[in-house]
């Protein structure tokens, strides 16, 4: 039995689909993938399910009516998995920003290690982006410095959507809860599982922006993460936040 599920979310990745799940298939550690597409305009879901008779034992899908917002998808997977008996839940996109071959170092540091997440962390050792204008980057590792300021949680890549969760550690989150769609999401999972006192490690990886595809990044994502962390955190203060 499959113990780790790799939950990829989808809205128009044709161009990369068919390679990420061939790459994530070939690792000599076995993983299952669930890939929750949001009604994908260029065919997406299509090829999704051409791949499936290939591999019918590894590769699941879950069809969405809309574009519902990346942690609605995860929240969707998430639940799939629970409903199952995966023991390690991974996070991460389908444009190759996330390598596929550390998806074994995240196993390994929440399956042979005591960590109850693990992190693909591009600031924990630097910075390590590559073909990201310089705006972007300074955007991206400033956003991280002030989450972790405002949070208090000792993780330097407070945005990073690569993680493994053990099955514990979303057993334990409150999925109907989670407040955010966007990529605020990242954060508020990552909070939440801080206050629960799980052990958070940050493995660091190489994060390559999209060579195919477009980019799902808008102002409005940003302004739910600025605005949103510190509603977050006051909340948190008050005990009014329910993890």
Same mark, same amino acid.
């Given at each position: ?175 109907? #809860? %989670? =407040?955010? @769609?966007?990529?605020? /999401? ?9 206050? &629960? $006192?799980? #052990? %958070? =490690?940050? @493995?660091?990886?190489? /994060? ?9 990044? &808008? $102002?409005?994502? %940003? ?16 005990? &009014?936040?329910?993890?």
């Amino acid at each position: 039995m499959v113990d780790a599920l790799v939950i990829i979310p989808t809205y128009n990745e044709i161009e990369n689909v068919e390679r990420i799940i061939k790459n994530v298939l070939a690792l000599q550690r076995d993983f299952n993938i669930l890939v929750v597409d949001d009604n994908s305009p260029d065919g997406t879901a299509g090829k999704i399910k051409e791949l499936q008779e290939e591999y019918p034992e590894h590769l699941f899908l879950v069809e969405r009516k809309g574009k519902l917002g990346l942690g609605t998808a995860y929240i969707t997977g998430f639940k799939w998995a629970l409903e199952r008996s995966y023991e390690y839940i991974f996070e991460m996109d389908a444009d190759f920003s996330h390598n596929p071959n550390d998806l074994i170092r995240l196993y390994n540091a929440c399956a042979k290690g005591t960590s109850h997440v693990a992190i693909g962390s591009r600031y924990v050792t630097g910075v390590n982006v590559v073909n990201w204008p310089m705006s972007r980057v300074l955007l991206s590792w400033l956003a991280s410095k002030y989450v972790r300021f405002i949070t208090g949680m000792d993780i330097h890549d407070t945005t990073a959507g690569f993680i493994c969760y053990r099955r514990e550690v979303l057993e334990k989150i409150n999925l109907d #809860k %989670i =407040k955010f @769609v966007g990529y605020a /999401f990242q954060i508020e999972m990552k909070f939440k599982a801080y206050l &629960s $006192k799980f #052990k %958070i =490690k940050e @493995v660091p990886v190489v /994060f390559t922006d999209r060579t195919r595809g477009t980019s799902k990044m &808008s $102002k409005g994502i %940003i302004s739910e993460a600025i605005f949103g962390v510190l509603r977050m955190k006051l909340e948190s203060l008050f005990n &009014s936040y329910e993890i």
